[in-house]
């Protein structure tokens, strides 16, 4: 559980880790608040392995060469099936393309009705594997590619500096057909400026890059001052969790990313979110999503709008909609023509539109696509200890048969419990919170 302390709208905590507190503070009840659950969500997240051919700072995953069996496997989605309804499964690890058996892994999820996702650095992926993964049903990739990694295809000192190989794995991805592709890009108070040159890249490509996600890094360092506890007894956190320079020594929250995006796209604004398990005003999860062509942006969605979205799919798929496919994300004109009659938000996107066809800066060739870009904050530690984790988290594992947050497996594999945080001077509690 790499944390920190946080509280992001309460009096108690104003000032506390706050390296920028011109940042607008969020307000969540502005936005549509996904419904997903734990029971219900838009996606799962199956580890196929601890084994990894990448080092990246403050990775909370050891590199064991582990492969799980496809019976493992098999077992795992099972509980999967059996416990948690969702639209799309990530693969992760480790790093899944190292898993020998990934391509029939890819093809027991999709068997199984899930979209599958495939979570990875990307460096053992070439055009025959690709090819093979999509004959196998992979619905699509999200490339972890950022300055916490030293890798041998990208040597960059900034997430600018990256930008080509980001490019590279897009246009792969695209050539092949029928895929979606998204990046994910950790995000420490030493690298926030720099969302601003990832942004800006993904502006040039809404056709090609369908979803920037960027993680807020939690550092051990930041904990504040706690004891924390697992089974009756003081352990150090700091022993699973390793700390790095990288992350810096203040926190960063989402509205501080929001406050960055929007130097580069004034317009914007995100519609939905995910709230925390304790902090009914944090942001756990922020999503915003763009309708552009390839040469000129129309404005962001409406909450209204993602509304419709994921019960209309819910209604008729069953499922709440995750990872979308390029064919639908393409059809931009026509679901902002159809929500236009019931949005005003949306109203204003068909507007713009028909501006720029007016004024001959688009032809009736050009495709409206939507792009989206997510903002993630992990775990935070309140000031009294409790942890505030992703409420309806879509990133639900599967361990020894039971479902657990894939962020603190770590904690569940060493101590068969969550820790939990006790202020120090405060005697520690009989039980944990139950938020732990």
């Known amino acids: 559980m790499t944390t920190a302390v946080h509280d992001e709208q309460s009096d108690m905590n104003q000032g506390v880790f706050d390296p920028m507190p011109e940042a607008p503070a969020l307000t969540p009840r502005q936005y549509y608040r996904l419904p997903w659950s734990l029971t219900d969500n838009g996606i799962s997240w199956l580890e196929v392995t601890d084994a990894c051919n990448l080092a990246c700072e403050g990775c909370y995953r050891p590199h ?31 790093d899944p393309l190292v898993h020998p058996q990934i391509v029939e892994i890819v093809r027991m999820v999709r068997e199984g009705g899930w979209k599958p996702i495939i979570n ?19 619905s699509g990739f999200t490339f972890h590619i950022d300055t916490t990694q030293t890798r041998k295809d990208s040597a960059a000192e900034t997430e600018a500096d990256h930008n080509a190989l980001r490019t590279r794995f897009a246009k792969m991805v695209a050539a092949a057909g029928g895929m979606s592709c998204s990046f994910n890009q950790t995000v420490s108070v030493n ?59 203040s926190l960063v929250q989402a509205r501080h990313v929001v406050a960055k995006l929007r130097e580069v796209d004034p317009d914007f604004e995100p519609s939905a979110y995910l709230g925390g398990t304790v902090d009914p005003e944090a942001t756990k999860w922020l999503i915003a999503a763009r309708m552009a062509s390839k040469d000129k942006g129309f404005g962001y969605v409406s909450p209204r709008y993602m509304e419709y979205l994921q019960i209309g799919h819910h209604l008729f798929k069953g499922t709440w909609l995750s990872y979308s ?11 902002t023509a159809i929500f236009s009659l019931l949005d005003k938000g949306m109203r ?22 939507m792009q989206t870009f997510t903002i993630i904050q992990p775990v935070d530690l309140l000031p009294d200890g409790r ?9 639900m594992t599967v361990h020894d048969g039971k479902l657990y947050w894939s962020c603190r497996l770590e904690e569940i594999k060493s101590y068969g419990c969550f820790m939990h945080a006790v202020p120090k001077g405060c005697k520690q509690p009989a039980k944990p919170a139950l938020s732990d």
């Open 64 to 94: 064991h060469d582990n492969h799980k069996s496809l019976e493992e496997i098999a077992g795992e989605l099972e509980v999967f099936k059996r416990s948690r309804k969702s639209d799309c499964m990530s693969l992760a690890g480790g």
């Open 120 to 138: 990875t650095n990307g460096l053992a992926l070439g055009h025959k594997l690709l090819a093979r993964l999509k004959e196998a049903g992979a």
């Open 191 to 249: 690298t926030l400026d720099q969302v601003k040159d990832t942004m800006a890249w993904a502006l040039q490509y809404p056709d090609i890059v369908h979803t920037v996600v960027f993680i807020l890094y939690r550092s051990p360092s930041l904990t504040g001052d706690f004891d924390f506890y697992a089974n009756g007894q003081q352990i150090t956190e700091h022993e699973h969790y390793d700390d790095s320079a990288w992350g810096g020594d």
């Open 325 to 335: 496919t390029p064919k639908l994300l393409q059809r931009g004109r026509s679901t």
């Open 348 to 369: 204003k996107i068909g507007k713009r539109y028909l501006g720029a066809m007016g004024n001959h800066e688009l032809s009736i060739k050009d495709k409206m696509h």
């Open 387 to 395: 942890a505030n984790m992703c409420d309806g988290c879509p990133d």
